[in-house]
């Protein structure tokens, strides 16, 4: 395999150029309608490798909806204040079979499986501290220093989008409620679909898998929120059901936490090393970004980057 430190912006665009007509074996998220009008052919590739140096492909201006990337900020922030225990108490550390927005054990033991999925997802927003959008403000914020980038914002097309439309979510909400588990009003919905709807580009994301990937610590080498256990918990979440139920396949071929977006993102930690940015819109039958999982395929076989 060929050395990490080799690695630069020819090397993603011919990774991304091989692998630009996956899209055409996806199909873009419309369940949310907003989403529906993103441009299926857009792609973007974006690293951040040892000392923070950024190498970019494509359409690196690009701008798409972080979706559930967004749960492993909110995870963070649960988990800083609440402590693990407290936030896993109310939800497990399951991988999953089933897609990402299913009811799962909702029924049965009451609990989220994981925090990925939307319902654990739902939750881990609703434990966050603060009234009103108090909550996603602090997502926006953490999203904001974690990338180094006070442009970053929601959009709200797509926030009113979902919210109109995201009767499922709505559902598992309320079950949340019933079971005891959630105690707030449906604020603390809408702030999980506001922080679905927060826009950024692969860079960005880029940004955020090598910030979990270094002990939380930015890419700047800021180190504001060192956390090797935080990292470890998150990375951990990403590899059993960041991908919900095609993690289990994704490891054994990538080998690496990821989490993925219906926005068509994918955000990878290497740990230790670098984090990787991927966006095209087009998603697989999991949920996943089609041409976004061959292009990380690709770096991880060319560089040998797999755990395994
Ligand atoms: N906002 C989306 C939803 O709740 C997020 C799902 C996803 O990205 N997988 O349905």
Redesign the pocket.
Known sequence: AADVSTISEKTLNSILEKNRTYYTQGKV?D??PELGKMDAGAIAFSVVGKSGKIFNAGDVHKKFTM???SKIIALMIAVNEKGEADVFNKMGYFGTDRP??HFSNLETTGKPLNPMM?AG?ILTTSLISGEGEKPFLKILDLVRYITKNNTIDYNTSVYES?KST?H??RGMFYLMKNNGLISGNEDQLDN??KQ??IELTAEDLAKIGYFFANQCVRFDGDSAYKNEDLARLIQSQMLIAGM?EFSGEYARTVGLPSK????GGITVSVPGKMGIGVFSPALDRH?NSSAGYHMILDLVKQYDLSLF
Not at 260 to 263: A, L, R, T
């Open positions: 998220a369940y949310i979706q559930s990337i990402f927005n939307n997802a979902e995201g499922r979510n999980y679909f679905c709807s919900y993925s977006g219906v926005g949920g």
